[in-house]
């Protein structure tokens, strides 16, 4: 059985940082890309940051760019979001994603955590 499983979430005040993790079982962990995505209410899931399956590659979304940064660590199965200068608008529910495609698009993605809440206010 697959699971990813999101932790880090929280409140955090305009300009701060949080760092987000994704604990993947059930699957070969290093033959996956990755992926976080987020997911305001109402509207679409968005891609944020993905990273290839050696970890050679990473991709952002122009929005997150230069201010969060995406990595793995093959030997605990997991894949992190460190997030900085956080902006009101970052705020939404942040999902991890595997795939065997490199991809930016949700359709791409076979397996999804079930969220965990970034909360940005003063």
């Known amino acids: 059985q697959v699971q990813l499983v999101e932790s880090g979430g929280g409140l955090v005040q305009p300009g701060g940082s949080l760092r987000l993790s994704c604990a993947v079982s059930?699957?070969?962990?290093?033959?996956?890309?990755m992926a976080w995505f987020r997911q305001v209410p109402g509207e679409e899931r968005e891609f944020v940051a993905g990273?290839?399956?050696?970890?050679?590659?990473?991709f952002y979304a122009d929005s997150v760019n230069g201010r969060f940064t995406i990595s793995r660590d093959d030997a605990k199965n997991t894949v992190y979001l460190q997030m900085s200068s956080l902006k009101f608008g970052d705020a939404a529910v942040y999902y991890c994603?595997?795939?065997?495609?490199?991809?930016?698009?949700?359709?791409?993605?076979?397996?999804w955590g079930q969220g965990t809440q970034v909360t940005v206010s003063s």
């Open positions: 994603a595997a795939a065997q495609v490199v991809s930016r698009s949700v359709i791409d993605y076979d397996y």
């Open positions: 059930g699957l070969t962990f290093s033959t996956y890309h």
């Open positions: 990273i290839v399956w050696s970890g050679a590659a990473t």
